[in-house]
């Protein structure tokens, strides 16, 4: 579970900036909402608010960007101009990221910078935390790519160790924890901490406004999934009443589409089909389930939504805006996600207030028993209500020319029972657009050669 993340220098996050799920143990409110480790208590949700531009996204951004960099190993993946731009010197300073978990019982620091520059990584740790305010440094690189280790190892552990962190004086983009990692397999090693690291970073799962649960076309194929889709979808009221897959042929499956998309779509999947045997597209009109048989033919498995008074199936892309965002979402609440960090930037994009209030309610019971964690950003002040969430779960950015700033409604020490949604969008709490004074002087006529009406 992750504890505590923090930035420096990323997009709008010029100084540092931290974002911790440690819960206020002097708050008796919605006690489910907190897991319990017994030397630490971790909240199970989020919330973080802010104006247009305050840099809420910006802080989801910065964990993918992280993730992605640590999954992979390195930073060619990933866009480099992301320093903070409201500063003339950001370009020559490094990114940081910095990650606070428990894993496996066990209380870790891992971070790294990285120029901005070139990819190089400048410096990266990795630390043991202990009850007793002690710690352990499981390795430290600096810019000249020396690592060293605190770590009692003997024999090959020593041996291993020693060649993986020689090895990464010519390797300056790759990450030490990734590389060793996937080298080192061995789980009764000392050196198995790494992996463990690594593997729960494999399971944060990032979610923004354009992100599709693309695996969905061959979820449904299996009953159980079929049915939780289906039993969520008829309770938030979407009029789906079951879902079909029709498998047919890669032409057929195209056929309703304009030639130049559906041309692009098939260019795109038999390029992917050399490599991959099964996998999902979606493209403008369809979300496709793509399989490779034995014989060379492609089968492509197509959703049909039954609705209980219409005659016919309906395309998941025929649904409203809202409801394709409930397919992406409503995973969440039934996978297998146990030791997961779920992040959404907007969560409450195309659905009604009411639908996001519920989701969040559902979130907190269904995985009452599941050690995972939800951070969202959102502009819904409804959901800023103490009897559906903690104080300490409510988080705010706001923008200052310095860059983006981040704090917690915990600090304003506000009562359990406090109508806080009226005062946060009077501007109490700050993070909150603010116009400027006067009136907007509308011109008369038109300019630039538009059309006069």
């Not at 731009?85 to 990221?97: A, R």
């Not at 390797?171 to 990692?181: H, R």
């Not at 194929?221 to 079929?226: I, T």
């Amino acid at each position: 579970m992750l504890i505590r993340f923090s930035i420096q220098n990323f997009r709008s996050f010029g100084k540092h900036a931290s974002l911790s799920l440690v819960a206020n143990g002097r708050l008796d409110q919605l006690r489910d909402h907190v897991v319990d480790l017994g030397d630490i208590r971790l909240l199970r949700g989020t919330y973080i608010y802010g104006a247009n531009a305050a840099g809420k996204s910006n802080l989801i951004k910065a964990v993918d960007f992280a993730r992605q960099i640590i999954v992979k190993g390195s930073a060619d993946t990933v866009r480099l101009d992301q320093y903070c731009k409201v500063c003339s010197e950001s370009l020559n300073q490094p990114g940081v990221f910095q990650f606070e978990m428990v894993v496996d019982g066990k209380v870790y620091s891992y971070g790294f910078a990285i120029s901005y520059r070139d990819g190089t990584i400048v410096e990266e740790w990795l630390y043991q935390l202990f009850k007793n305010g002690s710690e352990t440094c499981l390795f430290e690189r600096d810019d000249a790519g020396s690592i060293d280790t605190e770590m009692r190892l003997k024999g090959m552990d020593e041996t291993r160790f020693k060649i993986y962190a020689d090895d990464m004086k010519a390797l300056t983009k790759t990450l030490f924890l990734t590389e060793l990692a996937r080298k080192h397999t061995d789980a009764s090693s000392v050196l198995s901490a790494f992996r463990a690291v690594y593997k729960w970073f494999k399971r944060i799962i990032v979610i923004f406004p354009g992100s599709e649960f693309l695996p969905l076309p061959f979820l449904v194929h299996q009953d159980n999934m079929r049915e939780q889709y289906e039993r969520y979808l008829r309770y938030f009221d979407t009029g789906i009443s079951q879902i079909e897959v029709d498998t047919t042929t890669l032409d057929k499956a195209l056929s309703h589409l304009p030639k130049e998309d559906a041309d692009q779509l098939r260019q795109l999947i038999l390029q992917n089909i050399s490599d991959e045997k099964e996998f999902a597209v979606r493209g403008p009109g369809v979300l496709l389930g793509i399989r490779s048989v034995q014989n060379g033919e492609v089968l492509v498995d197509k959703l049909k939504l039954q609705h209980q008074d219409a005659s016919e199936g309906f395309d998941l892309t025929d649904e409203s805006d809202g409801t394709q965002r409930l397919f992406d979402l409503v995973p969440i609440l039934f996978q297998e996600m146990n030791n997961s960090v779920v992040f959404v930037d907007e969560i409450e994009r195309s659905m009604h207030p009411l639908l996001a209030r519920r989701f969040i309610n559902l979130f907190y019971e269904q995985t009452r028993n599941k050690q995972m964690q939800l951070i969202v950003t959102t502009h819904e002040s409804p959901l800023l209500d103490l009897t559906l969430i903690r104080r300490d779960e409510i988080w705010f950015v706001k923008r200052y020319p310095e860059g983006s700033k981040l704090y917690s409604l915990d600090d304003y020490k506000v009562r359990h029972d406090k109508q806080i949604d009226k005062d946060y969008l009077l501007g109490r709490y700050g993070a909150v657009p603010v116009f400027s004074s006067g009136t907007m002087q509308v011109s008369e006529g038109c300019t630039n050669g538009a059309p006069q009406t």
